[in-house]
């Protein structure tokens, strides 16, 4: 615990201490050039940032000086202050102090004794000074509340006798003992609550005097003989140079190589080479040396990981919340910069769960759920790229106020927001200034958050994404991409060249030996590997990405077998088919030149064991390039989705119901449908034995699903009858069915018919119903031959 | 030599091509133009088919014989492939492609030419690699109007030598596959 806080501690020192270099500068830039906002609001969040992390880390008195601070950089921000040399002045002044009581803690490890209320109360005067007082006051009143809310909540924290409290929670109780009459209780509130909010204003209790801070007292004993600054027991190297080692080793591994093939071939002609211990020694040394210069940048995730509990735990019990933090995937390595890239949006987005998110105990068991929160943390690898998954499952997001809010901020104008859909609005979290809290609390609710959040990581070539149901909960999810990650990763050949398949998307392998390619079946050219009684799309690398055939005879190749590598790209899986399947390597991501950029199947390149280079497969991409995922714009693609998706036992589809005589039911899925119409018998004409409708300038053909089927039709002496349009590219086709019943999502669990026939895939029970499930290009094909084929071309 | 046929698709090219100019790239042109009337520069040069070319020498990174590369699959075909030096993943542009000259005769040498460019190192392939040589600024001229598009799009202009045109390639560009 002490070790803990201890890091935690360090970490925030050499955290502020680089803030704290930079900000000097960028006030003066500031000065120089008051309109950049976008130096402001970097400003900005420095000094929220140090306020926030001193919330929790219980240091009162910094916290107090950055939160005055801050507050006249929330006016500058918003307009309703000039950024005016007085206020750089006055701001600068503030800086000083917070160096001021860093160094102090850096060496005591605790906050002066000198109290520092007249340096927020220049801050909040100068505030008061130079904005408009109405534009203040509410927000004022607002924190007076919310303190005096956390200050009754922490006294029924503190009575209650069951409460367990940590050991240096009892030294706080303790410490506050010693203090008197009603000072003790406002110290009390404060120190076990460390993030509550300091007030800035009369309306509450005196800012606390000197008393013993939490924090500081037990490590104070402990650490008394640390002598080493923290600058002095770590330096800080150029990450660049780094890479350049990496890059060295990199050759050295290479010039090993070489020496221990040359040295073999030496030993195999003179067995008398001495010089071969020597060789081995260079060997082990150089393999420790690579493992070592790796390991300056790689970092488990744990890094940042560790210091959530404690974040999670505090803020949840400012609040009277219980939150249960899991992390999975902890182990998941990435680079330094972008884990140091990652630390702060994550950080934020767990404070906005843990203090939003999630519901009071109360609330929880209303809504029928248990009264502990679960904030989930996870973190692995997926197709190139690394996934961190934050979900809680609090209150979820109400997109109406998250609209309402942004109206009312000018973010968007009311008829934008009207017409926005769920996840646009959801996106407009990360607009910059808008922040959904309802309270301005001192560690989330400033609306810089989530705006930090997506700058941050979308400088690293991330991206954020958020879902959320109201009453279920809420999820974010980081996708960063691999560079300079290292990962394992399959290595494979295909048309003579190397590719590195990411081993977090490999399913299986499986090789389909010359007796039993009988196991690949071919639909209209589309290729499928019978998989344990499941339909398995087949890609062929080499077709895929136009490779040159490899020099062998198609014969060899046969006789040597298929060699299928089963991939997972989202939801679905397929087989990638490849010449040879080779080791599994621990490989080093290199970024690609800009103009490579474009390829959607390349995730980056390696440098392989023997200097040459291979590439690494961005596995969605290569879906998508073989036309798995693509938008149903080729046949190929849209029947191999199709397929997919009933493989897919879990999945559930939107189908059109409808019935031909009121005794039987068919289903078609609703993405296969282009629109659903009524038409006039009499406008039906015919036209070389068909019949078609003049639709939209154009002839439709009709085909007359019953005669297809070969069931009655009834209905057919109606005015009207009712047509399925589907479409494909330019043309369109219609469907006359007897009557549709409904549209509705249902399980794909697709049984066998009973009988087999044309036109039907197979059985699916749809409220409580069977209902065969059509297969519509079947169909067409039967009715009007040769329309797909056209179709295509 | 070129045959008539030939001649006209180029000339189609060049329309195109002007059309579609960014007008920074010329302006970058421009600008390296105008600064070579000072002094003498030094230029490693090299040869594209019967062409005389080169590159600022304080452009040039290293210069070695062609070695085997990886391709990259549905790129542009300009892009010869990927090349590994000392560690560094660098992108090999065969130059011939990139500026409209026919391909090279397989059996033919292959040198490579690695340019700094504001991209990272771009290696260029080329035929053979001549000296470095130093030439005078008055003997520059911004390239002949008449000139090839795709080439005219990568040179800063040409140096009169006494027995032959020296086209002063711009590694920013050239390395720029459009």
């Known amino acids: 615990m002490e070790e803990e806080e201890e890091s935690i501690l360090d970490e925030f020192l050499v955290e502020c201490s680089e803030g704290l270099e930079q900000l000097d500068q960028q006030f003066v830039a500031l000065e120089q050039n008051p309109t950049d906002e976008s130096l402001l609001g970097s400003i900005f969040r420095a000094v929220h940032t140090i306020k926030g992390t001193c919330g929790f880390l219980g240091l009162p008195k910094l916290e107090n000086v950055a939160h005055g601070a801050e507050n006249i950089l929330s006016a500058m921000r918003d307009h309703d202050m000039d950024v005016s040399s007085d206020g750089i002045t006055v701001l600068l002044e503030a800086v000083d102090v917070i160096k001021e009581i860093l160094e102090h803690i850096e060496a005591e490890r605790r906050e002066p004794d000198k109290n520092y209320d007249s340096v927020r109360k220049n801050l909040d005067d100068f505030l008061a000074a130079s904005t408009d007082t109405e534009a203040v006051a509410p927000m004022t009143e607002a924190e007076a509340a919310l303190m005096r809310e956390m200050a009754g909540d922490d006294e029924v924290i503190v009575d209650d006798p069951d409460e367990t409290q940590s050991s240096e929670e009892t030294i706080t109780s303790e410490a506050t003992e010693e203090a008197s009459g009603a000072e003790a209780v406002v110290q009390e509130a404060k120190s076990v609550n460390e993030i509550s909010e300091v007030p800035p204003e009369t309306t509450t209790p005196s800012p606390p005097k000197k008393s013993p801070e939490p924090v500081s007292k037990a490590p104070a004993a402990t650490k008394t003989k640390k002598k080493l600054s923290l600058a002095e027991s770590s330096i800080r190297v150029d990450v660049g140079l780094l890479d350049k080692l990496i890059?060295?080793?990199?050759?050295?591994?290479?010039?090993?190589?070489?020496l221990l093939q040359q040295v073999r071939q030496q030993t195999e002609t003179s067995p008398s080479n001495a010089s071969s211990?020597?060789?081995?020694q260079i060997n082990l040394i150089t393999t420790e040396l690579q493992d070592t210069v790796m390991k300056t940048r790689m970092q488990p995730i744990k890094n940042v990981w560790d210091k959530f509990p404690r974040v999670v735990r505090d803020l949840a019990r400012a609040n009277g919340k219980d939150v249960d933090l899991v992390m999975e995937g902890a182990e998941?390595?990435?680079?330094?910069?972008?884990?140091?890239?990652?630390k702060d949006p994550m950080t934020h987005i767990i404070r906005n769960a843990a203090d939003h998110g999630i519901e009071l105990p109360e609330l929880r068991r209303e809504r029928g759920k248990s009264e502990k929160g679960t904030l989930l943390l996870k973190a692995y690898h997926e197709g190139g790229h690394i996934n961190i998954l934050i979900s809680d499952d609090g209150a979820g997001i109400n997109v109406d106020r998250v609209k309402n809010k942004a109206v009312e901020k000018g973010v968007v104008t009311q008829e934008i927001a009207d017409k926005m859909s769920e996840r646009e609005s959801l996106n407009l979290i990360f607009h910059p200034g808008l922040s959904t809290a309802e309270k301005v609390t001192n560690v989330s609710g400033r609306g810089v958050g989530m705006d930090v959040v997506k700058t941050n990581i979308e400088k690293i070539g991330g991206t954020v994404s958020m879902s959320s149901r109201i009453g279920e909960g809420t999820q974010m999810r980081i996708e960063i991409p691999l560079t300079l990650a290292i990962i394992p990763a399959l290595m494979v050949t295909s048309g003579n060249e190397p590719f590195a398949i990411p081993q977090a998307s490999l399913l299986e392998l499986v090789r389909v030996d010359e007796e039993s390619r009988n196991q690949i079946e071919v639909i209209r050219g589309a290729n499928f590997y019978r998989l344990r009684g499941v339909l398995l799309p087949l890609l062929y690398l080499n077709e895929v990405l136009v490779l040159r055939p490899p020099k062998v005879s198609e014969d060899d190749i046969h006789s040597k077998g298929t060699n299928i590598v089963v991939l997972r790209a989202g939801d679905h899986s397929f087989g990638l088919v490849v010449d040879t399947v080779n080791d599994s390597e621990e490989i080093v991501v290199k970024p690609l030149s800009r103009q490579l950029k474009d390829l959607s199947y390349l995730a980056g390149a390696t440098i392989l064991g023997d200097g040459r280079v291979a590439l690494i497969l961005d596995v969605m991409g290569v879906a998508q390039e073989g036309g798995l995922k693509g938008d149903e714009q080729n046949d190929t693609g849209r029947m191999v989705e199709a397929d997919v998706l009933i493989n897919d036992e879990e999945g559930s589809a939107t189908m059109i119901l409808f019935s031909m005589n009121e005794e039987d039911r068919y289903a078609i899925p609703l993405s296969e449908v282009a629109r659903l119409e009524e038409f006039d018998v009499e406008k039906i004409e015919q036209s070389a034995g068909q019949d078609v409708m003049q639709y939209r300038d154009e002839l439709l053909p009709l085909v007359r699903l019953g005669d297809a089927l070969g069931v009655m039709t009834s209905g057919e002496e109606n005015?009207?009858?009712?047509?399925?349009?589907?479409?494909?590219?330019?043309?369109?086709?219609?469907?006359?069915?007897?009557?549709?019943?409904?549209?509705?999502?249902?399980?794909?669990?697709l049984h066998a018919a009973p009988s087999e026939k044309i036109g039907v895939k197979g059985s699916l029970v749809i409220d409580g119903k069977t209902t065969d499930l059509l297969d519509i290009e079947q169909l067409i094909e039967c009715v009007v031959p040769g329309w797909l084929e056209e179709m295509v071309v | 030599m070129l045959t008539e046929g030939e001649e006209i698709g180029r000339g189609e090219d060049r329309r195109e091509m002007d059309v579609g100019a960014p007008e920074d790239q010329k302006n970058r042109?421009?600008?390296?133009?105008?600064?070579?009337?000072?002094?003498?520069?030094?230029?490693?040069?090299?040869?594209?088919?019967?062409?005389?070319?080169?590159?600022?020498?304080?452009?040039?990174?290293?210069?070695?014989?062609?070695?085997?590369?990886?391709?990259?699959?549905?790129?542009?075909?300009?892009?010869?492939?990927?090349?590994?030096?000392?560690?560094?993943?660098?992108?090999t542009i065969d130059l011939r492609r990139r500026l409209g000259f026919d391909d090279r005769p397989p059996e033919d040498e292959v040198m490579s030419i690695v340019v700094r460019t504001s991209d990272g190192p771009v290696n260029l392939l080329v035929d053979r690699i001549g000296d470095v040589i130093e030439v005078r600024p008055d003997l520059f001229e911004s390239s002949p109007p008449t000139l090839e598009s795709r080439l005219k799009a990568s040179i800063d202009g040409v140096y009169k030598l006494e027995d032959s045109l020296l086209l002063a390639l711009n590694t920013e560009l050239a390395s720029e596959v459009i």
Do not use: C, W
């Open chain 1, 247 to 258: 890059n060295m080793v990199g050759e050295l591994v290479l010039a090993r190589n070489q």
């Open chain 1, 277 to 280: 211990g020597t060789v081995q």
């Open chain 2, 29 to 91: 042109r421009v600008a390296t133009a105008d600064r070579r009337h000072e002094n003498n520069r030094q230029y490693a040069t090299f040869f594209l088919d019967t062409h005389y070319l080169g590159v600022e020498v304080e452009n040039v990174q290293e210069v070695f014989t062609a070695k085997a590369m990886t391709p990259v699959p549905l790129s542009d075909p300009m892009i010869a492939g990927l090349i590994n030096l000392r560690g560094h993943i660098i992108m």
């Open chain 1, 719 to 749: 005015d009207r009858v009712p047509v399925i349009v589907f479409s494909h590219h330019e043309k369109s086709i219609g469907v006359i069915v007897g009557r549709i019943i409904d549209i509705v999502e249902a399980e794909m669990h």
């Open chain 1, 332 to 342: 998941t390595e990435l680079d330094k910069t972008l884990l140091e890239a990652i």
